[in-house]
Every structure is written in C-alpha cells, then in structure tokens.
C-alpha cells in the first residue's frame, strides 16, 4: 500500500515553461487536493476534487489546471511557469466516509522556478 | 470563512519541559480541527483530530489537544519534549459535511527542543 505517490520530486523550470506534476493513489479516496507550502504561509489549497470528473478552486488557483479522469489520479498542471510558483507542492487524499479522520499527504515535489 | 492562527512561529523547549503550541480558529460552520507535523523534507503527519465528542484528544507520540468552543482554541501540548520532536507543526482547520475537504492551515510553529 503505497499511499499517495507524487512525481517528481525535484523539478527546475524556466519561466514560460509548462510541466505536469503527477499524483497518485492506491487508497480508494474520493477527495484529493493540491496545496503549496512556502515558508511561514503554511499551506494553501490550490485545487481540489470531490470526486473522478469534478473539481473545484481552492485558495490560490491561478496559474494551475487540474483535472480527475479517475480516481487515483489528480495531476496539477502549471501552464506557464513563473517565479512567484516556486514552492514545495503537496497532493493529499481523503475518504468521504469517515470524515475527520485527516488527509493522507505525498512527500511533496520541490519546484524551482528560474 | 474559516481561518487559522498559530502564536509563535518558533518555540524553544529543553528536553523533558512542557511543550505548549497555541492555535486559534475561526469558523462559521463546527469545526473539524487538526494538528500535522512536518519532519525536514517530508510531507505532513496526522498527530491528533477534534470532530465531534470529547473535547480533549489525544494523537500520537504523547501529544494532546483541547478543543474549547468558548475561546476557539485547539492548543497542542506534551508533558515532556523529546529531542524527536524537534519538526515543524501545523494546526488546521475544516468544516463538515462537503466542506470538510477544504482544509486551511496555520501558519506553523517550529519547534526546536534543547539538550
């Protein structure tokens, strides 16, 4: 059971460019979500789902696509990569039955944008 | 709207002293509240959750929290620091029902325990 798997880890971007953070898993959660950690902010939600074909804006959406053709997987999309989305992003998942009982979080993918 | 404030962005304890982190929390809808903590270069690790019943909570690795409605507090304490517990710590959080995914987070408060 490999919980909630995320690609890369490390990622350095030119400015303009576009990448596909991936994220994965292998529990059956319905909710999944994107949050972007920088340093005394916390963690901000970016986008979430509730569910394979829906998704909603979090916090700080702009600049990012997701989409959830499945379940398991929840990609984050950066369409035109800029210096202000250098961050440590994290995807997390959770069971609709049993609420309140956490996210299960990624190790997280290290984006540098130059 | 909901929001989360953590006193201190930094805390510093000897080992074996009391460890006291502070969250506030505001919320329209009952809260569903929760502390995570963060090693260097890991993701985040569910210590303890309040959603509904008793106020006081208990998580792992000897942590505790108090949920009190009165002053919208969920304080995370520990009776005695280890040197492991030296991380990063995040208090959060959520409504119920379709909202309960939505989490928002504190700010965190990083805890350095001494020798």
């Known amino acids: 059971n490999a919980g909630v798997t995320q690609t890369p880890k490390f990622q350095v971007l030119k400015t303009g460019q576009s990448m596909t953070l991936q994220c994965a898993q292998d529990m059956n959660h319905e909710y999944m979500s994107w949050y972007r950690q920088d340093p005394g902010m916390g963690l901000r939600l970016i986008h979430y789902s509730v569910g394979a074909g829906i998704t909603d804006q979090g916090e700080v959406p702009n600049g990012y696509n997701v989409s959830r053709s499945t379940t398991e997987d929840f990609p984050l999309r950066l369409l035109s990569a800029a210096p202000s989305q250098t961050s440590v992003y994290f995807c997390a998942s959770i069971p609709t039955a049993g609420q309140g009982n956490g996210y299960t979080f990624g190790s997280g993918t290290r984006l540098t944008v130059v | 709207a909901q929001s989360v404030t953590q006193l201190g962005s930094h805390v510093s304890v000897s080992e074996g002293a009391l460890v006291l982190l502070r969250c506030n929390y505001s919320s329209s809808v009952p809260p569903y509240l929760f502390w995570y903590v963060q090693y260097p270069n890991q993701g985040l690790q569910l210590l303890l959750k309040?959603?509904?019943?008793?106020?006081l909570v208990k998580g792992i690795n000897g942590f505790e929290a108090e949920f009190k409605k009165s002053e919208t507090s969920f304080h995370l304490t520990k009776p005695s620091a280890h040197m492991s517990d030296a991380a990063e710590y995040f208090c959060a959080v959520s409504g119920g029902g379709t909202s309960y995914g939505k989490l928002t987070f504190g700010q965190g408060t990083i805890l350095t325990v001494h020798p």
């Open positions: 309040y959603t509904t019943g008793a106020t």
